[in-house]
């Protein structure tokens, strides 16, 4: 189960996790894991905000993107969850992520720097660093209309009801196939 619990005197949210019960109830008693604090994130700065937190399929790490300077230019991080170990920024200008089926690929959108719409969608595999370059293999669209929906796809082929957005907890659908919704 994931939750987000505050403490009196804290400004920001803490983003926890307790495993399921056999049969998948909440279990009080289960052990909470933290995979993320934003009042850990946020020491020495002024401002934090965090938009997208998406947990890989096998529990193991979390893709999250924040913005330290109150533009809501978002940049990707990736955590470790089992050692604590940030990796990022992994790209800058993100505006959406999603995890794919394998554990390991990470597919995200970014603005473009004047219009602020989402504009380019990028798969980026373990490993990959930020300073990702127009025309590289790990861009797959040059541009997104406005109106483009990313949706996620169940093993079976049959659309999900909910949209590749932020905060969104997914189910056992896996992303097997992104396409371009007009």
Known sequence: FYYARTLEGQQYP???????????GYDEQAPEEIPLDQNELAKGKAFLSLDAREVSEDGKALLFTSDAVGF?????????????????????RVTSVEWAGDNATVFFTTEHPVTKRSDRLWRLQRGGRAGLKEGSNASISKSLAPQDHMRRYRPTGVPTADHFSRHTRRGSGRLVGVISMV
């Not at 803490?14 to 998948?24: P, S």
């Not at 990707?76 to 170990?85: I, P, W």
């Open 14 to 24: 803490i983003y926890c996790r307790r495993k399921a019960t056999a049969g998948l």
């Open 72 to 92: 809501r230019q978002y940049k990707l991080y990736r955590k470790h969850l089992a050692t604590g170990r940030v990796e990022g920024p992994l790209a800058e």
